[in-house]
């Protein structure tokens, strides 16, 4: 399907061709709503870089709703983009108000210094089991996907990171991210393992 064609698809018409396998319609929707989107987040952070951190944890949501089929199609798609991208915002300003100080060492963690007090025993064993399965079947997902999963979840880079690292644009990252995650559910389910996603 040519560009002028796919650009004249309707939102929906875009998500349902992009669950089919079409990448180029999901690129449409967010050529479509970039700006706007990305607008938005800007003019409340006041901040280039928070922005496109949260510019991009935004479009990662709305990949991972809409591969769970978890997405209710209203006819209200950049209402809901503009949803998450503002609970993100909310987010980003709690974590930034409530963050605990800690000693300026590359040692230290912010994490070891929060306290979890629903961790007991039977949880903090689930958690450990859950991360040890996704990281053997990360180890089984083509090197493309993994290089992803493993710059995003273990070295806690943006996609834009992730994007210059592996030489790609930013959709093909956040399209192997997808398929990533794809695959994940897949082997889960045929290695019999719980993971969440």
């Known amino acids: ?12 018409e875009l998500i349902t061709r992009y669950r089919e396998g079409d990448a180029a319609c999901f690129e449409a929707l967010l050529e479509r709503y970039q700006a ?9 952070v006041k901040d280039k870089e928070t922005a496109d951190d949260i510019f991009q944890d935004t479009f990662y949501k709305v990949i ?10 209203e006819n209200k798609f950049v209402h809901w983009v503009m949803r998450i991208a503002h609970n993100l915002i909310v987010d980003h300003f709690r974590r930034n108000s409530k963050m605990p100080l800690v000693p300026n060492r590359p040692e230290s963690d912010v994490l070891d210094n929060i306290k ?3 961790d007991n025993a039977e949880h903090v064993m689930m958690k450990k089991q859950t991360s040890q399965n996704i990281r053997r079947l990360v180890k089984m997902l083509p090197p493309e996907q993994r290089r992803v999963v493993i710059l995003r979840h273990y070295g806690h880079c943006d996609f ?3 994007a210059a690292r592996t030489g790609v644009s930013i959709n093909t990252a956040l399209g192997r991210m997808r398929y990533a995650i794809i695959n994940l559910r897949r082997l889960a389910k045929e290695h ?4 969440e996603l």
């Open 64 to 73: 991972v709703t809409i591969n769970s089929d978890q997405y209710k199609d």
């Open 192 to 195: 019999n393992m719980y993971i």
């Open 116 to 118: 979890f007090p629903d």
């Open 1 to 12: 399907m040519t560009n002028v064609k796919i650009k004249q698809l309707t939102d929906n």
């Open 160 to 162: 834009k990171d992730i």
């Open 36 to 44: 706007k989107v990305y607008g938005y987040i800007f003019s409340v």
